[in-house]
């Protein structure tokens, strides 16, 4: 089987996801991240529509976005399936996947923007390993020196970070609930396991987060599907915006 190609940047958690899938199914692959900011303009060189990761090329097709790959990589292995066969399972899956794909992603997204732009040592934990094309030693030394140019391209502020905050409880809940009804969390993953696990997966790298978020079924799914997710980011909220988790 000819390899599949992913390409992604440092630290992305819909990059774990898609990496998670073709582990689990056990597909050879290599992937090759993009500086990022400079993803954008390189993605569209090598013949991609989009300027967002993950991308990947699989059996000589680009294919764009988690969901779309999720797919791909179903018709290139069928087993182990990531999608029930039964049609009103695979309609729950797909129902969940998609919410973790567009709103649980957003959130843990913004989040870190924000904890990247008060925490900037953890920018390099986050690049480290390297995927980029250089050793890990030269990637090291210039994260420091890219740094500015990489904030810049988070935009985030204080009232839009604590009012993702304020629903994340909610999103957890939500998370937790399908594990309950059986949706995920199953001694078979299927692919809105895998789209749950990176998302939570990003948000366990926050010290702030973490004492909240470990001990719910959302946080056993991450470490478990997730569980060498890179990345920390150390105290960046204030108190009261965290008390929303506190009451949970």
Same mark, same amino acid.
């Given at each position: 089987?000819?390899?599949?190609r992913?390409?992604?940047?440092?630290?992305?958690?819909?990059?774990?996801?898609?990496?998670?899938?073709?582990?689990?199914k056990r597909?050879?692959?290599?992937?090759?991240?993009?500086?990022?900011g400079?993803?954008?303009v390189?993605?569209?060189?090598?013949?991609f529509?989009?300027?967002?990761?993950?991308v990947a090329?699989?059996g000589?097709?680009?294919?764009?976005?988690?969901r779309a790959?999720?797919?791909a990589? @179903? *018709?290139?292995?069928?087993?182990p399936?990531?999608? &029930?066969s039964? =049609? %009103?399972?695979r309609?729950?899956?797909? #129902?969940?996947?998609?919410?973790?794909?567009?709103?649980?992603?957003?959130?843990?997204?913004?989040?870190?923007?924000?904890?990247?732009k008060?925490?900037?040592?953890s920018?390099?934990?986050f690049?480290?390993?390297?995927?980029?094309p250089l050793p890990?030693?030269?990637?090291a030394?210039?994260?420091?020196?890219?740094?500015?140019?990489?904030?810049?391209?988070f935009t985030?502020?204080? @009232? *839009?970070?604590?009012s993702r905050l304020g629903?994340l &409880?909610?999103q =957890? %809940?939500?998370v937790?609930?399908?594990? #309950?009804?059986?949706?995920?969390?199953?001694?078979t993953?299927?692919?809105?396991d895998?789209?749950?696990?990176?998302s939570v997966?990003?948000l366990?790298?926050?010290?702030?987060?973490?004492?909240?978020?470990?001990p719910r079924?959302?946080?056993?799914?991450?470490r478990?599907?997730?569980?060498d997710?890179?990345?920390?980011?150390?105290?960046v909220?204030p108190?009261d915006?965290l008390?929303?988790l506190a009451?949970?």
């Open positions: 089987m000819e390899r599949v992913l390409i992604g940047v440092p630290g992305s958690h819909p990059v774990v996801a898609v990496q998670a899938m073709l582990e689990y597909i050879p692959y290599v992937r090759r991240d993009l500086p990022t400079l993803h954008r390189l993605l569209r060189l090598r013949g529509h989009g300027s967002t990761v993950p090329r699989i000589g097709r680009r294919v764009e976005g988690s790959i999720a797919r990589l @179903e *018709e290139l292995q069928p087993e399936a990531l999608f &029930p039964d =049609l %009103d399972a309609a729950r899956v797909e #129902a969940l996947e998609r919410w973790a794909d567009e709103e649980l992603q957003s959130t843990a997204r913004l989040l870190a923007h924000w904890g990247a008060h925490d900037r040592a920018l390099r934990t690049a480290l390993p390297s995927y980029l890990d030693r030269l990637v030394a210039l994260v420091p020196v890219l740094a500015p140019a990489i904030l810049a391209g985030v502020d204080a @009232e *839009e970070t604590r629903v &409880p909610a =957890l %809940d939500r937790d609930a399908a594990v #309950a009804e059986g949706v995920i969390g199953t001694d993953p299927n692919a809105a895998f789209q749950v696990a990176a997966g990003l366990l790298c926050f010290d702030d987060l973490r004492p909240f978020i470990e079924p959302a946080g056993e799914i991450a478990r599907l997730a569980p997710y890179p990345g920390w980011i150390g105290p909220f108190s915006w008390r929303p009451g949970t």
